[in-house]
C-alpha cells in the first residue's frame, strides 16, 4: 500500500489530500483512482493514456515524471506525490 | 420587453470566464465573479433554447479541455462530458508525419467552438475542437458522437494547422432547415452539409490562397470566422486569411468585398439578426495582427449598396488592438448592439448600431470570445 498525496488543484476533482492504495505501478494506481473518483478520469492521463504534460508525479519524493514514467514499480514505495507542474503565464 | 431581463455579454478569456449583466438599454453593466480562473476559455456560448443555459469551451493546460455548463445564467458551472478520441485500447495507431516509422497518441488538444442545434432539436448540441474534429451531442452535452465524416476525412492527412492549432472553429445551423449545416476549419476552408453531417461539400470557390502556390485549390483556405445572415440564411459574411468576402448561394461561390479597404485582414465577423444585410468586421493589419491606423475600428458592410463605413472616429480610442476569430459579437436588439473584445483585455461596445461607442470600465484577461445572451420574455 503506497500513501498517495495530493495537490489542491486536483482535490477539486474528488481525492481527499491523501489516500491510501495499493498498486503495483504508477498506471495501476490511476486505474484505481479513477474508478474511486470519476472525475479524476482524464485530467492526469490524457484519452491516449500518457501522462499529461503539466503534471507531475513523485515516488518517494524523486520525480519520475520524465523518466520511468507511468510504468514506474511501487514495490517498496511508501509515499506518491501527484503535483500540477510550474507552468502557465 | 421588461427592464429586468437580461442582456449578458459572455466573455471567454485567457484567464477565465466572465458574465457581464445589463438590460436592454445597454447603459450600464455589472460583471460577474471570474469563474473557470485561470483557465483558457476560446468560447462561452447561451443556448436560446433553454433560456439560462450557457456552454463553456474550457482548456485547462494542466488537466485537459472540459465542456463545462451553467443553468442559471453563469452563477454556477459544472462539467458536463467532454468528447475524447478513441481511448488507446479501441484505437489504431496514429503515425507521426515528421517521422512516418514513429506512432504517436493522438488526443484533443484544445475545444473551440460550442453551437446549440436547431430550435427543432432542442437537445442538440454541436462542438469543433482540435485537431480539426467535430462532435454533436444529443443530450445537451451528456455525451458526444464523432462526426467521422469530418473526423475521418480521407483528405485529413493532408490538412495543417494553422497558428491557432488544427482548429474546428465555425458551425452554422441554417435555421430553416437542421439537416443543413456549415463549418469552417483553420487553413482548411469551409463545408456545407445537407445531410446533418453524413456527407459534406466543400465551399472555398472564389476565396483566395495567398499562402499557397495553387491559385484556385478545393481546400486550403484560411477562414478564420464566418457569419450567417439570420434574415436571409442563403447569405454568408466570411473574413478568412485571404481577406473579407460574402456569398449569396449558401456558400457555392464568394465575391471578395475587402479590396476597397486594402488590407483587408481580419478575424472576426458578425451579422446582427435586426438588421439584415449587414456584417461587421474589424479589420486587422495582416502582418501586425493589430489594427493597423492606429485606433479602434469597425468596418460596416452594407450587402445592399455594396458599401462600407466605419463606425468610429479615429479619436475616440487610439492604439493598437487585436481581436481574435470570436472577438466580435451582435445581440438580437433592434438597433442591434455590437460588442467586441480585444486581445488586450478591451470590451468595446456600441448599443446602437455603431451610432456611439463605450469602453466597458473592467480590465479583462487577453479576450479569446464574446457572445450574447439576449434578453428573453418570460
Keep these: ?89 | 420587453m421588461t427592464k429586468d431581463q437580461k442582456l449578458r455579454i459572455l466573455v471567454g478569456t485567457r484567464k477565465g470566464t466572465y458574465v457581464v449583466e445589463g438590460n436592454a438599454r445597454r447603459k450600464t453593466w455589472q460583471v460577474a465573479p471570474v469563474a473557470h480562473a485561470g483557465n483558457e476559455v476560446y468560447h462561452v456560448v447561451a443556448d436560446p433554447r433553454h433560456p439560462g443555459d450557457l456552454y463553456a469551451a474550457v482548456n485547462d493546460i494542466f488537466f485537459g479541455p472540459t465542456v463545462q455548463r451553467s443553468r442559471n445564467g453563469g452563477k454556477t458551472w459544472k462539467e458536463v462530458a467532454t468528447p475524447l478520441l478513441p481511448e488507446r485500447k479501441a484505437r489504431k495507431f496514429e503515425m507521426d508525419p515528421v517521422n512516418p516509422s514513429t506512432a504517436v497518441p493522438r488526443v484533443i488538444n484544445n475545444l473551440w467552438h460550442i453551437e446549440p442545434g436547431h430550435p427543432s432539436e432542442p437537445d442538440t448540441l454541436y462542438l469543433g475542437a482540435d485537431p480539426h474534429l467535430l462532435f454533436r451531442s444529443p443530450d445537451l452535452g451528456g455525451s458526444w458522437e464523432p462526426i467521422d465524416s469530418i473526423n475521418q476525412h480521407p483528405a485529413k492527412k493532408d490538412w495543417a494547422p494553422g497558428f491557432g492549432g488544427a482548429c474546428l472553429h465555425t458551425i452554422l445551423v441554417d435555421p430553416r432547415d437542421p439537416r443543413r449545416l456549415y463549418i469552417g476549419l483553420s487553413a482548411v476552408g469551409t463545408f456545407r452539409s445537407e445531410d446533418a453531417g453524413a456527407s459534406w461539400t466543400p465551399t472555398n470557390r472564389g476565396v483566395l490562397t495567398p499562402f499557397l502556390p495553387e491559385k484556385n485549390p478545393e481546400t486550403g483556405q484560411c477562414v478564420h470566422h464566418v457569419a450567417i445572415d439570420t434574415a436571409d440564411p442563403d447569405t454568408f459574411y466570411r473574413q478568412d486569411h485571404g481577406g473579407m468576402y460574402v456569398s449569396h448561394d449558401r456558400m457555392a461561390r464568394w465575391t471578395r468585398i475587402g479590396k476597397p479597404l486594402g488590407d483587408d485582414f481580419g478575424f472576426a465577423v458578425a451579422s446582427p439578426p435586426s438588421a439584415p444585410g449587414r456584417a461587421y468586421f474589424v479589420r486587422l493589419s495582416g502582418r501586425a495582427r493589430v489594427t493597423g491606423e492606429g485606433h479602434f475600428q469597425v468596418q460596416e458592410w452594407n450587402d445592399e449598396t455594396r458599401q462600407w463605413r466605419k463606425l468610429l472616429s479615429p479619436k475616440a480610442f487610439p492604439g493598437h488592438f487585436g481581436v481574435q476569430r470570436e472577438g466580435i459579437a451582435t445581440d438580437a436588439l433592434d438597433p442591434p448592439g455590437i460588442y467586441v473584445g480585444t486581445t488586450t483585455g478591451q470590451l468595446f461596445f456600441s448599443p446602437n448600431a455603431g451610432k456611439t461607442w463605450g469602453k466597458l470600465p473592467f480590465q479583462f484577461p487577453a479576450i479569446h470570445s464574446v457572445s450574447i445572451s439576449n434578453p428573453t420574455r418570460s
Excluded: C, N
Design chain 1, 1 to 89: 500500500m503506497v500513501e498517495v498525496h495530493f495537490d489542491s488543484w486536483l482535490r477539486e476533482f474528488g481525492p481527499p489530500a491523501r489516500e491510501t492504495v495499493g498498486a503495483e505501478s504508477i498506471d495501476q494506481l490511476l486505474d484505481t483512482l479513477e474508478e474511486r473518483y470519476p472525475r479524476f478520469r482524464f485530467k492526469v492521463r490524457d484519452e491516449a493514456g500518457s501522462l499529461r504534460r503539466y503534471v507531475r508525479v513523485f515516488v518517494d519524493g524523486e520525480d519520475v515524471s520524465r523518466t520511468s514514467g507511468l510504468s514506474t514499480p511501487l514495490t517498496g514505495a511508501r509515499t506518491i506525490h501527484i503535483l500540477h507542474s510550474i507552468a502557465g503565464g
